[in-house]
């Protein structure tokens, strides 16, 4: 999920975990244990696993440390996706090495994929670690943390936990306010030739639709205006009454005081019918995530997503028919094992069909325990890799550049969401189109939707005037 803002900060959009975010935490509790700092690298998921693991710490005594050199815990939320990002956790951990060795008493922790795809070699690999957590250990993480300060010694915990999936979500220390996450699906079950996920976060398996109801009635009534329905491949959500994603929706929408709802991420080749229609709804937002990954059919053959280029493009036009003004981002890897100048044609020319709002680049880089990590070569060379990448976000910076112009004047709703990153004089939100929209507004106004008159564009956001009263 790119340039990532501090988590807790609006307009967390990105899906690269290159930089890492620090977790802040609300105010200190009276009987203090001593300070945490989460930092969290990865798509939403992580960043709301995060959530739930500062709600843990909170719940023990925990408050927030200032910075590393206050914190008495430091919590390493993983991502491995992409090789990138799990050489920057090691980075991470090599200066924390040096830190408990100023500070013996630091309690180091891995926790997320990184954890889950090395297991125990972490230690070996840093035995500086106390705590070595996988995805599914999360709702363990306080009573973890409990036994290393209690009897000092190290924790790894990687089993698969089916029975605890979502335990303790409602302690979440929820830090994107107006909007909450709720996972509503953990693991995937497609293992596409590239992707690790399916190594790290384990098998599919959604929580109970009423379980899920019942928390997103519990948000509204704090104040939470919009929930953003998380699972590796969303729209396969079924519970284990038949529940299916369109149907969570329908019932989420029923909720007094929820005013938007948004579903992350969905596979194309299960987009069906049913879950296109529930877009008609008008808690649904304007946006959707569709990972392409290819416009090339060979090359989503061997990348084994399960759908070919007509067919994804007959599921845009099917979701286009129901809103006409539906935005949608994708995902792209390129430099797939055997990927040709052929074949990245293709992808540019889908970009160009499609018309996104949004395209996050990557590319390709094996990992480990996957089909294309062990059965194809490696043979894009590195600086084709980059040299297609900067074509393929030049293309889609042109072709968005006159469409976004064209948005100046038009009237939308903006879900205040926080202040401006650029002025203390300025408020920022998002559009029903998930789209930044920066205006002039003071912190009274978080968490109000604003009629908004869009007024210039700026490289990926937009600024705005307000037209008419929050509400
Ligand atoms: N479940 C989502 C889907 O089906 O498209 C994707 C989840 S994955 C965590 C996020 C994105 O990382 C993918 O859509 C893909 O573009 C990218 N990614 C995954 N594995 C990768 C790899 N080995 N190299 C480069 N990018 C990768
Ligand atoms: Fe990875 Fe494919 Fe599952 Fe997405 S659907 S998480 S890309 S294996």
């Not at 008008?282 to 392409?292: E, F, N, R, T």
């Not at 949004?358 to 980059?386: C, L, Q």
């Not at 202040?419 to 912190?443: A, F, I």
Request: proline share 6%; with cysteine.
């Amino acid at each position: 999920m790119a340039d990532l803002p501090v988590l807790g900060v609006p307009g967390i959009e990105s899906h690269d975990e290159d930089e890492p975010r620090a977790l802040p935490s609300r105010a200190p509790v009276a009987a203090e244990r001593g300070r945490y700092l989460i930092h969290t690298w990865g798509c939403q998921m992580n960043v709301h696993d995060s959530e739930r693991m500062a709600g843990q710490l909170e719940a023990l005594g925990f408050s927030q440390a200032r910075g590393e050199d206050d914190a008495d815990v430091i919590l390493l939320n993983t991502c491995t996706v992409r090789e990138t990002s799990a050489s920057k956790v090691y980075g991470k951990l090599g200066d924390l090495r040096r830190l408990k060795r100023q500070r013996e008493h630091l309690v180091v922790g891995v926790c997320g994929c990184l954890a889950q795809q090395e297991r125990d070699a972490l230690f070996t690999r840093a035995p500086h670690l106390d705590l070595v957590i996988g995805p599914r250990a999360i709702p363990f993480l306080g009573r973890h943390v409990g036994t290393v300060l209690e009897r000092r010694e190290r924790v790894r915990d990687t089993a698969p936990h089916v029975e605890a999936i979502g335990e303790g979500s409602e302690e979440s220390l929820r830090q994107s306010f107006p909007k909450a996450y709720l996972t509503v699906q953990e693991g995937c079950d497609k293992f596409c030739t590239f992707c690790v996920v399916p190594f790290t976060r384990g098998r599919e398996k959604c929580r109970s639709m009423d379980v899920l109801v019942a928390e997103a009635a519990g948000l509204a009534e704090r104040g939470f205006r919009e929930i953003e329905l998380l699972g590796q491949n969303v729209n396969c959500y079924r519970d284990e009454k038949g529940s299916d994603l369109a149907d969570l929706v329908l019932a989420v929408a029923e909720i007094d005081g929820v005013e938007r709802i948004r579903f992350v991420t969905s596979h194309p080749r299960h987009l069906s019918d049913r879950i296109a229609d529930v877009i008609a709804h008008p808690k649904v937002m304007d946006g959707i995530h569709l990972p392409v990954q290819s416009g090339s059919d060979a090359v989503l053959a061997r990348m084994e997503r399960d759908y070919t280029r007509a067919e994804y493009l007959e599921r845009v036009a099917r979701l286009r028919s129901v809103n006409a003004d539906l935005a949608l981002q994708t995902d792209i890897i390129v430099g797939f094992p055997g990927e040709t100048e052929a074949d990245f044609a293709q992808t540019l020319s889908l970009v160009e069909e499609v018309a996104y709002e949004g395209v996050y680049s990557f590319k390709y880089s094996p990992r480990p325990f996957t089909k294309a990590s062990k059965s194809f070569e490696d043979d894009v060379p590195p600086e084709v890799k980059a040299e297609r990448l900067e074509r393929l976000q030049r293309l889609q910076d042109e072709l968005l550049a006159p469409r976004d112009a064209a948005r100046v004047g038009g009237i939308e709703d903006v879900l205040i969401d926080g202040m401006s990153k650029r002025s203390d004089q300025e408020v920022s939100g998002r559009t029903s189109r998930n789209r930044v929209v920066n205006l002039p507004g003071g912190p009274e106004l978080i968490g109000m939707i604003l009629p908004t008159r869009i007024t210039e564009t700026r490289a990926h956001t937009f600024r705005g005037e307000p037209v008419g009263p929050p509400r």
